[in-house]
């Protein structure tokens, strides 16, 4: 008989696993947050404060989870949110992800700074998918990959703005992912120590397409990936303003979708500037340390633009309980970062499937708990924010 829990129980069992795959340099990257990870411990601690109350003697024997999401329906109410370094974690790890968004029936974001080509990732795995960009100062290099995007079928654009310059990452220095990487005896001795993933990803690269490379980038610009900032796929742009979501808005004839809003009032400005949802997003705690959690945001913008836009949250979701939270809130649907990725560097597409799995499993116990059959049918009066 196949265990097709593949021995994970959990979100927590796949980051165990992705830890031990990967080099510690890279894990680092994907995992932790920046400065002194108090965001990140936040989105988790702020989670936790806020309780769900169950509604009971309700026949909830037949449940569903789907929504309706920019008209159409889908399996479930997360999305998987775009994570540069998913080719890193399992060779073409993008196109491993996508295929488990799709059969899973969710959307899959592909970020700009992935290794693998946003047309092979159309190609291989179809489904419903998402591209995310950051501008690139050359705005005309930006608006030459949005329209290869749109060539390829992609059917939302996500505009990141909540990075107009680096984070800090010191792990990534200790570590010596950065630019120019060197070969240190340290990170050479990390990845010696981590023979499946040299071999499985790395080598695979060697004896295939080379180096891995920042694939979606104009063929001006394309460089190898040891040539550019760890988890930085091109220079920062810090003069980004509305005008570009207008633009933007111009050029893009599909969704479009503004990430990493943190205020009710950039959620209007959005709005008004012809953006279809915002993410409520403060980047899995990877960018502003003192940024609030995001599900404590979520309230605010729904009762700002709720009724005009379409409101998605991340940031800490490792449970199904914890998307029940935001959906309850007033959140349309949640974007899952870590878990899909440490669930692809766990095992492939099989982990990924994993990860999503496991989430819809906890969704539909935890709606049960709660005395409910389907997502619409959960209001704020199912969740307790600390203070209430
Ligand atoms: C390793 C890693 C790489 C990421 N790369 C991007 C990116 O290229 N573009 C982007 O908009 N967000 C990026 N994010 C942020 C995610 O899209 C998402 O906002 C965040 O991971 C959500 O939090 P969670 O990881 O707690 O679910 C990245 C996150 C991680 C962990």
Redesign the pocket.
């Known amino acids: 008989m196949t265990d097709d829990t593949l021995g994970f129980y959990d979100t927590a069992d796949l980051r165990e696993a992705a830890r031990r795959r990967l080099p510690k340099g890279l894990f680092e990257?994907?995992d932790r947050g920046n400065d002194d990870e108090i965001a990140m411990r936040d989105?988790r601690a702020v989670m936790a404060s806020i309780k769900l109350k169950p509604r009971v003697l309700n026949d909830v024997s037949v449940r569903h989870q789907e929504i309706t999401l920019f008209g159409k329906t889908q399996k479930m109410p997360v999305i998987v949110?775009?994570?540069?370094?998913a080719g890193l974690a399992w060779y073409e790890g993008e196109i491993a992800i996508a295929r488990a968004a799709k059969a899973h029936g969710v959307p899959f974001t592909l970020?700009?700074?992935s290794m693998t080509k946003l047309e092979r990732v159309a190609e291989e795995a179809g489904g419903n998918l998402w591209f995310?960009f950051y501008m690139w100062p050359e705005r005309k290099l930006s608006h030459q990959v949005i329209a290869r995007a749109k060539d390829a079928g992609y059917e939302a654009l996500v505009f990141?703005v909540d990075t107009p310059v680096a984070p800090g990452r010191e792990y990534n220095l200790r570590n010596g992912m950065t630019i120019p990487f060197k070969f240190t005896p340290r990170n050479t001795l990390d990845v010696l120590a981590h023979p499946r993933w040299l071999a499985g990803v790395w080598l695979r690269y060697m004896m295939t397409t080379g180096t891995p490379r920042y694939q979606n980038f104009p063929q001006e610009t394309q460089t190898k990936i040891t040539a550019l900032p760890m988890?930085r796929s091109s220079n920062f742009c810090p003069n980004i303003t509305w005008d570009d979501v207008r633009e933007l808005r111009r050029l893009w004839p599909h969704k479009l979708i503004v990430?990493g809003i943190q205020h009710p009032h950039d959620a209007v400005l959005a709005a008004d500037c012809g953006a279809d949802a915002v993410v409520i997003?403060n980047?899995?705690g990877?960018v502003l340390d003192a940024a609030p959690a995001p599900i404590l945001t979520l309230p605010q913008v729904v009762d700002a633009v709720g009724k005009r836009i379409t409101v998605i949250v991340?940031?800490?979701?490792r449970r199904g309980a914890d998307v029940i939270k935001a959906l309850a809130l007033g959140a349309n649907a949640v974007?899952?970062?870590?878990?899909p990725?440490h669930g692809v560097a766990a095992a492939g597409e099989a982990g990924a499937m994993r990860a999503l799995q496991i989430y819809r499993d906890e969704i539909d116990r935890v709606l049960a708990l709660l005395g409910c059959t389907a997502l619409d049918q959960l209001a704020r009066e199912h969740v307790s924010l600390p203070g209430d």
Do not use: V
Request: aromatic share 6%.
């Open positions: 990257f994907m989105n949110a775009p994570t540069g370094s970020a700009l700074g995310q990141t988890g990430k997003s980047h899995g990877r991340d940031s800490g979701f974007m899952l970062g870590r878990a990725l």
